[in-house]
Antibody, heavy 117, light 105 residues
Framework: EVQLLESGGGLVLPGGSLRLSCVAS????????MTWVRQAPGKGLEWVSV????????YYVDSVKGRFSISRDKSKNSVFLQMSSLTVEDTAIYYC??????????WGQGTAVIVSS | DIQMTQSPSSLSASVGDTVTITCRPS??????LNWYQHKPGKAPHLLIS???SLQRGVPGRFSGGGSGTEFILTITGLQPEDFATYYC?????????FGQGTKVE
């Protein structure tokens, strides 16, 4: 069974940066769109960003534009989310997931990001 | 951005009940509507894509319908493992917004 594993979460000061990674257990993910979704404490799911299968197209929710950057490394079956200028509102569990138009059909278990002084 | 409005936000049900959750996008999204189940401490799980396409392995008691600006998720014969929060999501336009969730308890 194909799996996704996120890493890179942790505690960071407001204004700080973190880089989240998501590794796929199978190489056939390399041509699939990949998405990041987050869930803040006590809140619902929030779509954050998507990168196309080829890596040439990226999109973001307005609240992270200019601060977050999504990228991928096909040779490592990996997708990344570089986060900077973090605020307390970015505190959440961050999930990576495979897919886009036709739904997100494989999800990682999530990595926790806590922004606090 | 497309706003996704789910109703109800929570509901109380019993095993064997039929449960219906509605999702209304703020504009037409054709059939680019997906439904997820989310349990505490677990990753969300895709149940239905493109409004009515049941994902492989998802029990047949789950069904989806609708188009345009009204979509419905139905659980026919609620089972104990179905108590969870359900989200709709549009994949017609970025940002690919989720509804606020419906907690089935």
């Amino acid at each position: 069974e194909v799996q996704l594993l996120e890493s890179g979460g942790g505690l960071v000061l407001p204004g700080g940066s973190l880089r989240l990674s998501c590794v796929a257990s199978a190489s056939n993910f390399s041509n699939q769109a990949m998405t990041w979704v987050r869930q803040a404490p006590g809140k619902g799911l929030e779509w954050v960003s998507v990168i196309s299968g080829g890596g040439g197209a990226t999109y973001y929710v307005d609240s992270v534009k200019g601060r977050f950057s999504i990228s991928r490394d096909k040779s490592k079956n990996s997708v990344f989310l570089q986060m900077s200028s973090l605020t307390v509102e970015d505190t959440a569990i961050y999930y990576c997931a495979k897919g886009d138009f036709f739904g997100l059909d494989v999800w990682g278990q999530g990595t926790a990001v806590i922004v606090s002084s | 951005d497309i706003q996704m409005t789910q109703s109800p936000s929570s509901l109380s049900a019993s095993v064997g009940d039929t449960v219906t959750i509605t999702c209304r996008p703020s504009q037409i999204i054709h059939s680019y509507l997906n439904w997820y189940q989310h349990k505490p401490g677990k990753a969300p799980h895709l149940l239905i894509s493109t409004a009515s396409s049941l994902q492989r392995g998802v029990p047949g008691r789950f069904s989806g319908g609708g188009s345009g600006t009204e979509f419905i998720l139905t659980i026919t014969g609620l089972q104990p493992e179905d108590f969870a929060t359900y989200y709709c999501q549009q994949s017609y336009q970025t940002p690919r917004t989720f509804g606020q969730g419906t907690k089935v308890e």
